[in-house]
């Protein structure tokens, strides 16, 4: 089975960082593309960045240079550094195995609130 959880998130103020990490079970990690997705209150999933099995990484222009994404294929974890983050920010953040147009599972996800 398929298990994708994520932590990390939390209440920061803009212009705060936080690392945002998911744990991945039930499938080769090291085999697949690895996403986060971003959902804020009354809007439509976004898609945030993407890394592929051997480390190269894309991102959304609006997080572009204030985010980070990496993975651990020995620890089958992937991350995600925030940093600079913005009220547009808060949102529910979730890992998910694939990439944008091609996901599969996606994890429960872990709240990222921005506010001062």
């Known amino acids: 089975e398929v298990q994708l959880v994520e932590s990390g998130g939390g209440l920061v103020q803009p212009g705060g960082s936080l690392r945002l990490s998911c744990a991945a079970s039930?499938?080769?990690?090291?085999?697949?593309?690895m996403t986060w997705i971003r959902q804020a209150p009354g809007k439509e999933l976004e898609w945030v960045s993407t890394?592929?099995?051997?480390?190269?990484?894309t991102y959304a222009e609006s997080i572009k240079g204030r985010f980070t994404i990496s993975r651990d294929n020995a620890e089958n974890t992937v991350h995600l550094q925030l940093t600079h983050l913005e009220i547009e920010d808060t949102a529910m953040y979730y890992c998910a195995r694939g990439f944008w147009g091609n996901l599969f599972e996606r994890g429960q996800g872990t709240q990222v609130t921005v506010s001062s």
């Open positions: 039930g499938f080769i990690f090291g085999s697949f593309y």
């Open positions: 890394i592929n099995p051997v480390g190269d990484t």
